[in-house]
T-cell receptor
Framework: GQNIDQPTEMTATEGAIVQINCTYQ??????LFWYQQHAGEAPTFLSY????GLEEKGRFSSFLSRSKGYSYLLLKELQMKDSASYLC??????????FGAGTRLTVKP | GAGVSQSPSNKVTEKGKDVELRCDPI?????LYWYRQSLGQGLEFLIY????????KSGLPSDRFSAERTGGSVSTLTIQRTQQEDSAVYLC????????????FGEGSRLTVL
């Protein structure tokens, strides 16, 4: 089975940097994904890590440590439109994809 | 179509009735997933289809829930004898073979059981 933990809520200021952590336990790790979900909308893909290290995509970066079962999503130069829920998801060797409960980020002026 | 299509977008039903929710994945995508999301909550895995393999049904919450995928494309999630706790948004996602394997989600079917 899988166990995925992330903080429930976070608040940050426009223009700042925020780090959203995710810890997981799984048998047969085969990739970690971050998705963004605005209220009332479907989740959309942000990033993917399968090897240890940092993946950077513009203002968003994601880090993975497989030995620690740990990932984080880093959002730089926060904008008001970044207010959303951020979902951490883990894939196993059977391609099952399980999600954490999500972190609701509020960006304040 | 260009994206994952789900219908109906909204469904209101009475307790005890059966409902069917439909998902039309992106053309060529081999894998299809169903999730349930209650208000303010994360995504709860329900079932996963991959090609012609037997589906992973380990997330279905009870035997009132079933799903099928015909011809490796369209999928139907059926909930029998609906209960109020079944009220949620039911999200379908598809994935293509290869690549990073990210999921592409439909807009969901919002089910309300009165």
């Amino acid at each position: 089975g899988q166990n995925i933990d992330q903080p429930t809520e976070m608040t940050a200021t426009e223009g700042a940097i925020v780090q959203i952590n995710c810890t997981y336990q799984t048998s047969g790790f085969n990739g970690l994904f971050w998705y963004q979900q605005h209220a009332g909308e479907a989740p959309t893909f942000l990033s993917y890590n399968v090897l240890d290290g940092l993946e950077e995509k513009g203002r968003f970066s994601s880090f993975l440590s497989r030995s620690k079962g740990y990932s984080y999503l880093l959002l730089k130069e926060l904008q008001m439109k970044d207010s959303a829920s951020y979902l951490c998801a883990v894939r196993d060797y059977n391609n099952d994809m399980r999600f954490g409960a999500g972190t609701r980020l509020t960006v304040k002026p | 179509g260009a994206g994952v299509s789900q219908s109906p977008s909204n469904k209101v039903t009475e307790k005890g009735k059966d409902v069917e929710l439909r998902c039309d994945p992106i053309s060529g995508h081999t894998a299809l997933y169903w999730y349930r999301q209650s208000l303010g909550q994360g995504l709860e895995f329900l079932i996963y289809f991959q090609g012609n393999s037997a589906p992973d049904k380990s997330g279905l919450p009870s035997d009132r829930f079933s799903a099928e995928r015909t011809g490796g494309s369209v999928s139907t999630l059926t909930i029998q004898r609906t209960q109020q706790e079944d009220s949620a948004v039911y999200l379908c996602a598809s994935r293509r073979q290869g690549g990073t394997g990210e999921l592409f989600f439909g807009e969901g079917s919002r089910l309300t059981v009165l």
